[in-house]
């Protein structure tokens, strides 16, 4: 692809800036669903979390990690309530993302011209998935301790240059220089995860408007009022979340204090990681772990070329079969590693992680081809 292509691609798909703020409410296709209103949902949610993460910050001492939760916790003015926040923000905003990824594939959103889209997307899944790793390694439980450990164990015995960035990324043993630096990076990759978020959305909305609705309708007020319906919605569900379930998918063996000479009987992540953790398990090596998550995602972003369907088809009803597969396949990867470790769970994690596989390298090139014909 020459270089003058490329920049037409990438232009077609993510305008300049400056050209966008002409018109800052675009006209849209009447009648599209609530589950459209994700991507507002998660920059909310995402600005939400910065906000209460620098109050946060601003009592964490690296040094005494889990004392410094339960001091925010216990002493500060409304600590508890802050915390809350943050937590119970966390699993809103990826049950968002989630939710926005798979209706992307049930959809086939990621189609062309949507591919940009599709990728910065997948980019700003990652990256929140490696900044929630992050935010839970700083709570320095008994659970996280060792997940953190066991991180920087394998990141040290690496050789060439991925051990010369795991030593660089996590400067040593587990310890307080480690949260320290852990501390600096959750803050950084959550910026870059909220830059990310902003040209997805530039890239979105070139998108729409790209393609000429057949009942047109002004955003606002239509959708502006759909929106804000969408987020009383996602707060009331937030608010029931984090006064009744505050802890809900999370490890209740992290609340007691680390220990680096007892092991947790299960360590299992939060719910959000699950999947990815338990795809990384299925590898016994360190350098394996890394390269099974990698190509996880790989596998998901590479999504737009493995379909073989023409960018308008609509979804044959064995694509959609085989996507509620694909959901239950995830929710059994993030459960296999959730249970107590037994033969049973570690050989459905395999089966979990082989099917994975084989849904979007075998069956998603074969089924779209098909239904294409």
Known sequence: MSTDVKKSWLASRLPCPAKEAGSCAPTLERGAPYAATLPALITGAVLF??????????YYNPAHGFDSI????????????IQGFHTTGVTMLFAAVYWLLFRDIYTGAYRAPGELVWL???KLFALLLLVGWLGYTLSDGAVSYWSLTNATTAATALGGVAGVIGRWFFGGPNG???LARLEVFHAVLALAALGTLGASRCAARALARQTK???PVSCHPYYTSQTFAAFAVFALIFAVLMFFAPHYGLNPLNRAASDSLIVPAVLSPPWYLSPVSAVASVFSTAAGSIFGAIVMLAVLAALPWLDRSSPN??????YRLLTGLLLLDVIGLGWSVSDPACTISGSLTVVFTIWYFFHFLVLTPLVTALEAK
Do not use: C, D, E, M
């Not at 979390?49 to 601003?58: E, I, P, Q, R």
């Not at 088809?313 to 064995?318: A, C, P, Q, T």
């Open 313 to 318: 088809s609509k979804r044959g009803l064995f």
């Open 70 to 81: 339960q001091f925010i916790a216990r002493n500060v003015n409304s600590g508890w309530l």
């Open 176 to 178: 307080a220089g480690t």
């Open 120 to 122: 910065l997307r997948v």
């Open 49 to 58: 979390l910065l906000a209460s993460g620098l109050v946060l910050a601003v």
């Open 213 to 215: 609705p057949q009942h």
